[in-house]
C-alpha cells in the first residue's frame, strides 16, 4: 500500500521559517521525481519544486531563493526547507513521487500569519 504522509507545517510568523518533510512508503519501484505542491481553498493546486533522482531541482519563480527541496533516496523521503515565508505561502503542502503519482497524502498545513 502507497502511503505518502507529509510532516512539519504549521504556523509561523512572516520572515520564519519550516521544513516540511514527506516520508513514501510502499514503493514497489524505484522512485523518480518528487515533488511538493500546495493549495488554499478555491484554488487549484501548484508545483512549488521538485527534484530528480540525480538531484537537479525546479522551483516556481515566487519561491526563488527562499526555498530548498532536497532528498534522501535511501530513506524515500523529500524535504522542502522555507524560509523567508510569506502570507501568500499559506496554503496546504502536499508531496508527490513519480512512478506513483496518483498518489496523494493529507498535507499538512502551513499558515503565515502576524
Not at 59 to 73: A, G, H, L, M
Amino acid at each position: 500500500q502507497v502511503r505518502l504522509v507529509e510532516s512539519g507545517g504549521g504556523l509561523v510568523q512572516p520572515g520564519g521559517s519550516l521544513r516540511l518533510s514527506c516520508a513514501v512508503s510502499g514503493v514497489q519501484l524505484s522512485i523518480g521525481l518528487m515533488a511538493w505542491y500546495r493549495q488554499v481553498p478555491g484554488k487549484q493546486r501548484e508545483l512549488v519544486a521538485s527534484i530528480t533522482r540525480s538531484g537537479s531541482t525546479f522551483y516556481r519563480e515566487s519561491v526563488k531563493p527562499r526555498f530548498t527541496i532536497t532528498r534522501d533516496n535511501a530513506k524515500n523521503m523529500v524535504h522542502l526547507q522555507m524560509n523567508s515565508l510569506k502570507p501568500e505561502d499559506t496554503a496546504v503542502y502536499y508531496c508527490n513521487v513519480d512512478p506513483v503519482s496518483q498518489y496523494w497524502g493529507r498535507g499538512t498545513q502551513v499558515t503565515v500569519s502576524s
